[in-house]
């Protein structure tokens, strides 16, 4: 008998998720931001994705980056000394703390799904970067299509969502990550986050994954001896910020899309 298909999202006990969603509850006991451990999973996290917003700024000649959801603003700290950076998050609590943590950084409170402010959109963007967002937007395929009207020619979207056919969803059924977010209200196959972002008026460029690293998958087995089953890829790939894994082998589907050059 075949697996039963995950659901297109979970059951939330939140439908919409508002600014008040997003508290210090919220970032303090479940997200455990306020207290960044080093080497912790969302340290190495930070790092994997500045390390690539970066590189695909460095390569393309580009300099300006926004980032959406941008949270306690600890990619735009490791980015503001090079690059022009602005930040975007619906929670007040997480952008105080974030224009404290990234002081030469322009951030503000908004919703990318409803309005930006005219900082933002008098402005074009050479990268946008929206870490861990989408999933909570019960409509991603208009903030999508935002995002993608604020990219200029030739400018790209790196963006990262849970993905719900994963190997980590398999293992661990109603205790995957995705899951238990209620916060996460738009959980959807890779395909069709693909479709939206083509719809959105970009070219998918790249997808890959960051593999398995929501230990434990299988109980009863030692932490240590299950990161050596499932996460040495991921170590691998997060530490050297090298994108080998492929879509569909880990915990998140990851996509590197692009604006279409307009002809001079």
């Known amino acids: 008998m075949s697996e039963p298909q995950p659901p297109s999202v979970p059951r ?38 500045s390390r690539l917003a970066a590189r695909l700024l460095r390569r393309s000649g580009g300099h300006r980056i926004l980032e959406v959801g941008c949270g306690h603003g600890f990619i735009l700290a490791l980015l503001e000394s090079r690059f022009e950076t602005y930040g975007l998050d619906l929670s007040s609590y997480a952008v ?28 074009s963007f050479d990268l946008i970067l929206a870490r861990y967002v989408l999933e909570h937007i019960p409509d991603p395929g208009n903030a999508l299509a935002r995002m993608a009207s604020r990219l200029s020619s030739g400018g790209r979207l790196l963006y990262s969502v849970p993905d719900s ?12 990550f995705g899951y238990r977010d209620e916060t996460h209200v738009s959980l959807l196959p890779p395909e069709r986050w693909l479709e939206l972002t083509r719809q959105s008026g970009l070219s998918v460029e ?23 089953l499932f996460s040495v890829p991921t170590i691998i790939s997060v530490a050297l910020a090298w994108t080998f894994i492929p879509a569909g082998w880990g915990e998140n589907l990851i996509v590197i899309a692009r604006r279409s050059r307009e002809p001079r």
């Open 206 to 228: 790249r997808r890959f994954s960051d593999g398995l690293w929501d230990i434990p998958y299988v109980r009863g087995f030692p932490n240590w001896v299950q990161y050596g």
């Open 96 to 123: 105080e703390r974030a224009r404290a943590q990234a002081p030469r950084s322009r951030i503000f409170r908004a919703d990318i799904s409803s309005e930006v402010p005219p900082e933002i959109e008098q402005q």
């Open 165 to 176: 056919t994963s190997p980590g969803r398999r293992l661990k059924k109603e205790d995957w």
């Open 12 to 49: 939330p006990t939140q439908a919409h998720p508002t600014a008040e969603s997003y508290g210090p509850e919220y970032y303090r006991e479940h997200l455990g931001l306020d207290k960044l451990r080093r080497f912790s999973v969302a340290w190495w996290s930070i790092r994997f994705y």
